[in-house]
């Protein structure tokens, strides 16, 4: 199961750091990856964090966004700042082949 939480409404240039929560027992092993999903436009990849730590960012939020995980908590984290309305979408957590719900970021004025 892949649950995110964290989303909300934020002025630009704001922040919001969203959550990840995994169920599994060798979470921290595995590549957990953020996407995003705005209206009409397809599923891009934001970042990835392998399990030795590695992290990987679109050129669109480098230096913007970091992610990080917590493996005692079973968690991944996606800290967004300097968010501008182009970062609105819906997020998606995918571990393995596992996708979560998503979680909406809308940034706006």
């Known amino acids: 199961q892949v649950v995110e939480s964290g989303g909300g409404l934020v002025q630009p240039g704001g922040s919001l750091r969203l959550s990840c929560t995994v169920s599994?027992?060798?979470?921290?092993?595995?590549?957990v990856e953020w996407y995003r999903q705005a209206p009409g436009k397809e599923r891009e990849l934001v970042a990835g964090?392998?399990?030795?730590?590695?992290?990987n960012y679109a050129d669109s939020v480098k230096g913007r966004f970091t992610i990080s995980r917590d493996n005692a908590k079973t968690t991944v984290y996606l800290k967004m700042n300097t968010l501008k309305p182009e970062d609105s979408a819906v997020y998606y957590c995918?571990?393995?082949?596992?996708w979560g719900q998503g979680t909406r970021v809308t940034v706006s004025s």
């Open positions: 995918k571990y393995v082949r596992y």
């Open positions: 599994g027992s060798i979470f921290s092993i595995y590549l």
């Open positions: 964090i392998r399990g030795n730590g590695i992290e």
